[in-house]
């Protein structure tokens, strides 16, 4: 009878390991050199894994960098066909340059002057005037004053007046103009005709110009040069 209780699961008769210790370690150094062995030939397979794509890869790249080299008679060739690009983009900027700076400071005297004429009461005369401009040698300045700011110069007058009045009413209504403003009297005294004997008033003032009067006929909107007038450009050049 087995004396130990079935609850616990216990085996009916003992088991004893007859196999001798020395037979046991060298089964565990054959199972040992089998996993070496494994991850040797694992290890192995990697490294070729890894050298087969990069020979590959650098197959591939060979290839391509052959056809690329095989293309670039071509596209020089072909480069060189755009070499006029070069000269129509330095012609066009020395154009605008050229444009800027003629008509930086560009006015139109005759619109200018005929509406500073228009405003200018019947009895008021002119004996002189001088026009003071910057130019493309000069830029914009003020009047110097502290109260200046920067304009395109001023516009100095010295004329004569039946009546006082007048003068402030013909400065009023050249401050109104688009092109001009600050403008100011700053003499006025009776004077008389002799051959007449009759009196009048003389003054000498002065208007600055403003930028409002640059005429603006230097400005464009196209943009891009038309794909048919760069053609017959490029025509005229190869002939």
Do not use: H
Not at 43 to 69: D, G, M, N, P, R
């Amino acid at each position: 009878m087995n004396p130990v209780s079935p609850q616990i699961g216990a085996p009916s008769s003992p088991q004893v390991n007859l196999v001798p210790p020395e037979i046991e370690q060298r089964r565990s150094r054959g199972r040992a050199r089998i996993g070496i062995l494994a991850g040797f030939v694992v290890f192995l397979l990697l490294l070729v894994a890894a050298w087969f794509l990069a020979y590959s890869s650098k197959v591939s790249a060979e290839e391509e960098l052959a056809i690329e080299q095989d293309r670039r008679p071509v596209l020089v060739a072909e480069l060189a066909t755009y070499d006029y690009v070069n000269d129509v983009q330095a012609q066009f900027e020395n154009s605008a340059n050229a444009r800027m700076w003629a008509g930086l400071t560009d006015i139109d005297w005759a619109t200018q002057l005929s509406g500073l004429m228009a405003e200018m009461p019947d009895d008021i005369q002119w004996t002189a005037i001088q026009v003071t401009q910057a130019t493309p040698y000069s830029s914009a300045g003020d009047d110097g004053t502290i109260f200046g700011s920067l304009d395109m110069g001023s516009v100095t007058f010295v004329g004569r007046s039946l009546e006082p009045s007048l003068v402030e009413d013909f400065a009023d209504a050249v401050d109104a103009l688009p092109g001009y403003q600050d403008t100011w009297i700053d003499s006025k005294q009776i004077q008389s005709n002799d051959e007449t004997d009759t009196g009048f008033w003389e003054y000498a003032g002065a208007t600055r110009i403003t930028f409002n009067a640059l005429s603006g006929r230097i400005e464009t909107e196209q943009t891009e040069v038309p794909p048919e007038l760069l053609a017959d450009d490029v025509t005229e050049e190869q002939n």
